[in-house]
């Protein structure tokens, strides 16, 4: 089903979007697949809505990051390889919006980027690689 929804030339974006989330949801409580199962559907979730409204891959990353930090502290947090795909893809999204002057779209998506950092398992050196680069980062507003 999911292939059909994303195969479809004209599928509007709310559609989309929430037939792509209801099918996530139903697998993952019918299967109760593993957080590296359900990290990389919702890759893929990610990366089919950037090209819709801006709200939907927004609220699909909003819900990585209380994901990833409800998941650190359990004894199955999620791979460590997923979330720094997560704090990268935001991070750059973030960055391309900075580009083209959409400052709080930008801020949002930078600030979802250094959460999702912090819950990196890398001594915290993605973290302080991002905040670097944030200080380079002139917001207008």
Not at 31 to 54: G, M, V
Not at 56 to 73: G, T, Y
């Amino acid at each position: 089903m999911a292939d059909c929804i994303l195969r479809a030339p004209s599928a509007p974006g709310q559609v989309l979007y929430s037939t792509l989330r209801k099918i996530v949801n139903h697998i993952f409580s019918l299967e109760r697949f593993d957080n590296e199962k359900l990290a990389k559907y919702l890759r893929c979730l990610l990366k089919a809505t950037f090209a819709l409204e801006p709200d939907f891959p927004l609220k699909i990353i909003e819900d990585i990051c209380r994901l990833v930090k409800q998941c650190a502290s359990s004894q199955k947090p999620i791979p460590s390889r997923e979330v720094e795909w997560f704090t990268t893809t935001a991070f750059n999204h973030g960055v391309d919006l900075f580009g083209v002057n959409e400052d709080e779209l930008s801020k949002k998506w930078i600030d979802h980027a250094l959460t999702l950092s912090h819950y990196h398992q890398d001594g915290g050196d993605l973290e302080r690689e991002l905040q670097k680069r944030q200080i380079n980062l002139k917001w207008d507003s």
